[in-house]
């Protein structure tokens, strides 16, 4: 009974969600604890000595009762005394060898799989995150983590300790009479199928769990990042019960579980309890039980009885397993993910700047509408392209196709005559500075966020240059600690501006030799742009720049100005020559916006 009940346990056919069969996830979980074997053994140890303790102590009731006070050998009894404290102390001691051990190995493949998610994170695609919630990615770091951290600790320890329990008490039934003990072997095979049946519920419904969690996860994150507009348009409520619908949601599939988890449990008591009955009801009769003592009697039916206890921990805890199970999955199909392919053998240390796109094509995944369609140009070192255009035409495509966070469908891009895919990712990027309308800071020092990316290669007085060209300093002076101030999360201490400066900051000291400016100077008011204006005009002098813009003012020196309408481009040419059209689509753009700067 307790072999079949165990392979259930730890093999039930059902599929994970990454396509693995239950064998082959619980396979290969095994491989984060075989790097504590040693650890393990202790541990198993631990547990078995336990439960071993457990079941000698149980194996002298028999002696107790026929002897001792049936035959008034109390010789027994003073034995009994002196080693009852002795042999507590040794289960204690087995019992922390046990616990302590198996937490540990826990703790310590929790952290590992947290560290493995976290590596993957930083290096999948852009594709993966712009298409997965980062809260779903935020739960799986947290809470799937935990519960395969349950599974590997709390799992395991009552698997093998109650599982050990369970053998021991029935040598002892075995050894005193295997007549009534052999009765109970009936119920075996009903309570193997209970629990495969039950562990491929526990596994459906620990999936819906763990995708419930990640909503939850989802809809906080979204409504503190975006708490000042729910306040600004009255969203508390809408907000409100989408959430109660979501924790709703999440509570149902706790309380299915739960009842599975109850109705599992009582089923197998109720089974045990008939195999006890049938046994009382055996040794009832005379003569059908050979050699049948009080004290054989009351060992076989106490241990009977105290068989109801682990075979209960038995069943509880395969929810905890099959939570982990389902974890275990939710994990590595994130791991199982291709990370960013790096296709590029050629070393580049610092790039000319020419830049060529050759009929390009995209159109991002799950979409029908092509993003580019057939873009042609050429940036020749030194010059500024600018590209102008409405919202979602497609500029800010080209700044992510050449970086390489996507590749074009048709088509090819190259840098200095190079196919940037023959270019190693890292020295790829490396040659550019990005400064974009989503100015994205960490929670650290402003002098660390300035210099992230160039931490290696600059000194502090590089730091205060940048800072100061960028006119960082005239707000930091303001602040407590100046530049070793730290700002919070994506730096919510400052204003649009001001965290604009300092990603300035961070280009500049950079010191790429292309710079996209998508969008720079959009967070700033009228003052701080016309002060960092002369400093991005100070970069672009020694650079390629491709300027992504909407206020035309700040493109009218540029070398090639590209305007793009649908993924297409419509015009080029300079300010003055676009402008000679005066049908133009630039002419029109730049109309609306000369007359609204009239009107204010």
Not at 225 to 233: A, N, S, T, W
Request: glycine share 6%.
């Amino acid at each position: 009974m307790s072999n079949s009940f165990h392979n259930e346990i730890l093999r039930p056919k059902t599929l994970s969600t990454s396509g693995q069969s239950s064998p082959t996830l619980f396979s290969r979980f095994t491989t984060y604890l075989k790097a504590y074997k040693a650890a393990f053994v202790v541990a198993i140890i631990g547990m078995i000595g336990y439960s071993a303790v457990d079941a000698f102590v149980l194996a002298q009731v028999q002696p107790l009762i026929d002897e001792a006070l049936g035959n008034q050998q109390f010789d027994f009894l003073r034995l009994a005394a002196m080693l009852i404290v002795p042999l507590f102390v040794l289960r204690g001691i087995f019992n922390f060898l046990g616990t302590y051990t198996l937490s540990w190995i826990g703790s310590q493949v929790v952290m590992r799989m947290r560290q493995e998610l976290f590596h993957k994170f930083i290096h999948l695609p852009v594709s993966f995150h712009d298409t997965h919630a980062s809260g779903n990615l935020i739960s799986k770091v947290t809470y799937d983590t935990e519960q395969v951290a349950n599974a590997a600790g709390k799992a395991l320890l009552t698997l093998v300790r109650e599982g050990a329990l369970v053998i021991g008490l029935l040598i002892v039934m075995f050894y005193y009479s295997w007549q009534l003990s052999a009765i109970f072997l009936l119920i075996g095979p009903l309570v193997a199928v209970i629990v495969s049946q039950v562990s491929r519920r526990f596994r459906v419904v620990s999936r819906n769990i763990q995708q419930a969690m990640g909503n939850l996860t989802s809809a906080v994150e979204q409504v503190i990042k975006g708490h000042k507009v729910v306040l600004m348009f009255g969203g508390q409520k809408l907000e409100d019960e989408r959430f109660r619908r979501k924790n709703n949601f999440n509570r149902q599939q706790t309380m299915k579980l739960v009842v599975t988890q109850i109705l599992s449990v009582s089923t197998i008591q109720v089974i045990a309890s008939i195999a006890l009955a049938v046994v009382l009801f055996v040794a009832s009769v005379p003569g059908a039980v050979d050699n049948l003592t009080p004290g054989v009697f009351t060992n076989v039916v106490f241990c009977m009885t105290m068989l109801l206890k682990p075979l209960k921990q038995l069943t509880t805890v395969n929810n905890e397993f099959q939570r982990g199970m389902a974890a275990c999955a939710s994990v590595f199909d994130v791991l199982d993910r291709q990370e960013e392919t790096d296709t590029g053998s050629t070393s580049l240390e610092r790039a000319e700047g020419r830049i060529a796109f050759n009929n390009v094509t995209f159109t991002y995944p799950g979409k029908q509408q092509p993003a580019l369609n057939d873009i042609s140009f050429v940036g020749e070192p030194g010059q500024t392209i600018a590209l102008v255009g409405r919202s979602g035409s497609g500029k800010s495509t080209i700044s992510s196709l050449l970086t390489r966070f996507y590749d074009p469908q048709q088509g090819s891009i190259t840098l200095d005559d190079t196919l940037i895919q023959n270019v190693s990712l890292k020295d790829l990027r490396r040659q550019f500075a990005l400064v974009s309308q989503h100015v994205t800071l960490f929670n650290d020092t402003i002098a660390n966020n300035i210099a992230y990316g160039s931490e290696q290669r600059v000194s502090r007085a590089d730091i205060e240059r940048a800072a100061a060209t960028a006119h960082v300093n005239e707000f930091i002076e303001q602040l407590p600690d100046g530049l070793d101030t730290v700002i919070g999360e994506n730096g919510l201490m400052l204003s649009g501006g001001q965290r604009q400066r300092i990603a300035i900051a961070r280009a500049l000291l950079l010191n790429a030799p292309i710079l996209i400016l998508d969008e720079a100077t959009s967070a700033l008011d009228t003052e701080s742009e016309r002060l960092i204006q002369d400093a991005l005009e100070q970069l672009q002098k020694d650079c390629t720049s491709i300027v992504v813009a909407h206020r035309l003012s700040t493109i009218e020196n540029a070398d090639i100005i590209l305007v793009i309408e649908k993924g297409e481009i419509i015009e080029r040419g300079t300010h003055t020559q676009l402008l000679a059209n005066p049908d133009g689509a630039y002419t029109q753009l730049h109309r609306m916006q000369f007359s609204e700067g009239n009107t204010h």
